[in-house]
Structure formats: structure tokens, C-alpha cells
């Protein structure tokens, strides 16, 4: 860890620089949950930006801001150690954007141990515990030491189409990655997401009065049901993979043969294949319904997330990061495949071992009751300080 102090002695003084910096942690959570961020809201997520950086300007951190492109901007902080010849790496995850659009949900609502707040939870409080963390290293005089990275992305919400190569690129080749997303009410750890999809359908008929000229049409409602009734049927149980039509427009009216109708779909899988495979099964019944019926099919979008696979060096990980989470009085256990995608998938799909859902304790992500025990900021702290300095 360093040649001037011993393992132990770098760990008690940053264990104590994190309990001093208890009542800053809470205080730069506040400033950055009363920012609105919807991913949307671009302006929002860039003074978030703007507060990160300036929240994570620590002796031995270098900073990388990368433009979005619809998006706000992206954000990286790399220690001198990184840069080291056969360094080895770990990257440390989190996301500036949350779900709720301005003037929905803008609360800061302490009650008892508990704290009510759009991000408290997804994942603002996680990105608290990172930078708390590290500060604590920096007090140390440790941080500069620690071969890691710091990445935290705006687009993260709506499947972080825009920062995902950014992600591929940083993590590539890395050790490990941890990922700062909610923490469940067992604090047990994530290491298996399913992969994630959308699929936007259009059907194209052929408009046609339903009363004179009913023959002369192409109905692309029904076409496009019939399609539906395919996907819905489409993933072979044993596989865990699953469809969800979620939304179906289409047509003007009663006595008009529609001439347009199209579906949006959700698509989750475990196995990156069993995804490819969905995909190819979907188009192949466009083709087959539109020869039937004689719409024409137009398929976009496609795989936003591979999926996390579980591993043995992500198990692994998942035991080294335990013991740190055990001596500071949280659940070490692991989680059941998780249905929802984060930016583990990414850093998953390019080979790097991943552990998620090390943010503080809590319930409601992306709903109105979302909230974080606050002890936990802390003990989520001191875990992290404790792995990082055994890194």
C-alpha cells in the first residue's frame, strides 16, 4: 500500500478521516439530490457534474470529463496508480442521472435513521460512499496508491447508450469493478443481472374504407396482433428469458382499415446467446406474418445491456468484498439473478469481474417512497475504505 506506513496503520487513520467526514457526506448528498437530473434534463445532470467534480478534486485524482451527446456529460478520475505498468485495476461505478423528471419528486425528507429523496438510494447515496471513501485514502495519505478508477455517467437510467463505449473502453482489462447501485434490505451483493432489450414494432398496411372497400386493405392492426401473440409465446421457458409488450398504438378510426400500428417491447435474458437468439426468432416472425398478411415489418432497437453472468472471480470478489462488509455490520450474502440491468452488465460483458448494489441500505428506487437508512452511508463507507486499502 505504501513504503512509508504499514497496511494496518494507513487502514486505522482512514477509517477514522471516514467517520470524521460523516456530516460532509450527508451535507454533498443533499446539495446533489436537491439538483434535478432526470437523464433528460441535461442542464440538471451537468450541475450534478459540476458538483461532483468538485467534490472529487483530491490529491491524487485526475479528472477525465467526456461530452455526452444528448446527454450530460460523462465523468472519470483515474489515480496515478492506474497508469502503472501491470497495474492491478479496479473501477468503481456509479451513475449522476435519476428517473424522475423536474417537479415530480423533489423532496429531501429526513425521518429518524431514514432519508426520503429523488437518487437518495439509485444512486446519489452510492456515489456519496465512493467519494467519502476516497477522501478518507486521500487524509491517509493512500489514495495515490490504489490502482483504480472512478466513473460516474448520466445516461445510466435510460440504458447508457451514449457512455457505454466510454465504460467498455476504461474498464477493459481491469481486475475488478464495484458497483455503487442500490443497496438491498439485506445488504446481500449482486453478481448475476439478466441482459436487457426494446424493441420498437411498426406494422405497415394498407388504408381502406371498412364499409365499401374492406377487401382492398391491409388491417396492420391485426397483422401486428398476430405478431404480438408469437412474441409473447416466443421464449422457451428453460431459458429465464422473457418478452412483455408494453405499449400497442395504432389506427384513426372504427371504419378505416389501419393502415400503421406499432408495439414497443421489453426483452430480459440471462445468456447472452439466448438474447441473440430472441432477436433472430422475432425477426424471422415478422418476415413470416408479413408474407401471411401482406404488412410489412419494420424492427429497431435491439440488446441496450448484456446480461451480468455469474463467475467464479465475480463469486470471488464478492467474498473479498464480504469480509469488509462483515466487519462493519452488514449482510454479506448474495443476491438471486436480478431482472433489472446497471452498468455492471457492461463492465460484465467485457470480462471484468463485477459486484453491484454496495450503496447504502434501502427500499423504493425509482418510485416516490425512495429512501436510505442513513448508518449506512456510513458502514457502506468503512467497508469500502476497508477493501480498498487490502487492495
Not at 448528498?29 to 458538483?51: F, K, M, P, Q
Not at 485495476?89 to 423536474?102: K, M, N, Q, Y
Not at 394498407?206 to 409465446?233: C, P
Not at 443476491?335 to 457492461?346: E, F, I, M
Amino acid at each position: 500500500m505504501t513504503a512509508i506506513m504499514d497496511r494496518d496503520s494507513v487502514l486505522a487513520a482512514a477509517l477514522t478521516a471516514a467517520d470524521a467526514r460523516g456530516a460532509e457526506r450527508l451535507a454533498l448528498l443533499e446539495r446533489w439530490v436537491r439538483i434535478n437530473s432526470y437523464t433528460a434534463n441535461r442542464a440538471g445532470c451537468d450541475a450534478v457534474a459540476e458538483e461532483l467534480i468538485a467534490a472529487f478534486a483530491l490529491p491524487g485524482l485526475r479528472l477525465e470529463r467526456r461530452a455526452g451527446q444528448g446527454t450530460g456529460d460523462h465523468l472519470a478520475w483515474f489515480t496515478p496508480a492506474w497508469d502503472a505498468p501491470g497495474a492491478r485495476r479496479v473501477v468503481l461505478i456509479g451513475h449522476h442521472d435519476t428517473v424522475f423528471p423536474p417537479g415530480t419528486f423533489e423532496v429531501w425528507e429526513p425521518h429518524g435513521d431514514r432519508l426520503r429523496g429523488p437518487g437518495v438510494l439509485d444512486m446519489k447515496g452510492g456515489l456519496a460512499v465512493i467519494r467519502t471513501a476516497l477522501a478518507a485514502l486521500a487524509d491517509a495519505g493512500a489514495l495515490a496508491d490504489v490502482p483504480l478508477a472512478v466513473v460516474s455517467v448520466a445516461d445510466e437510467e435510460t440504458g447508457s447508450e451514449d457512455s457505454r463505449p466510454w465504460l467498455e473502453e476504461l474498464a477493459r482489462g481491469a481486475a475488478a469493478a464495484l458497483v455503487f447501485e442500490a443497496g438491498r434490505v439485506t445488504d446481500a451483493l449482486v453478481t448475476e443481472r439478466k441482459g436487457t432489450g426494446k424493441l420498437r414494432v411498426r406494422a405497415i398496411g394498407k388504408a381502406a374504407h371498412a364499409g365499401n372497400d374492406l377487401a382492398s386493405g391491409i388491417n396492420a392492426i391485426w397483422a401486428l396482433a398476430r405478431f404480438i401473440d408469437v412474441a409473447q409465446r416466443a421464449p422457451e421457458v428453460d431459458t429465464g428469458a422473457t418478452v412483455n409488450v408494453g405499449l400497442v398504438r395504432g389506427g384513426s378510426s372504427a371504419n378505416t382499415v389501419p393502415a400503421e400500428a406499432e408495439c414497443e417491447i421489453d426483452l430480459r435474458f440471462v445468456r447472452g446467446p439466448d438474447g441473440l437468439a430472441l432477436l433472430d426468432a422475432l425477426d424471422h416472425a415478422a418476415l413470416a406474418i408479413g408474407d401471411e398478411t401482406g404488412a410489412r415489418f419494420v424492427l429497431e432497437g435491439g440488446i441496450r445491456r448484456m446480461p451480468m453472468e455469474g463467475s467464479s472471480a465475480a463469486t470471488a470478489l464478492a467474498v473479498r468484498y464480504g469480509g469488509c462488509a462483515r466487519a462493519e455490520g452488514l449482510g454479506d450474502g448474495l443476491a438471486p439473478l436480478q431482472g433489472g440491468g446497471s452498468d455492471g452488465n457492461t463492465v460484465s460483458a467485457v470480462g471484468v469481474a463485477a459486484i453491484d448494489a454496495l450503496g447504502p441500505r434501502g427500499k423504493g428506487f425509482h418510485t416516490h417512497d425512495e429512501y436510505i437508512e442513513v448508518a449506512t452511508l456510513g458502514s457502506r463507507t468503512r467497508a469500502l475504505v476497508r477493501f480498498l486499502v487490502g487492495w
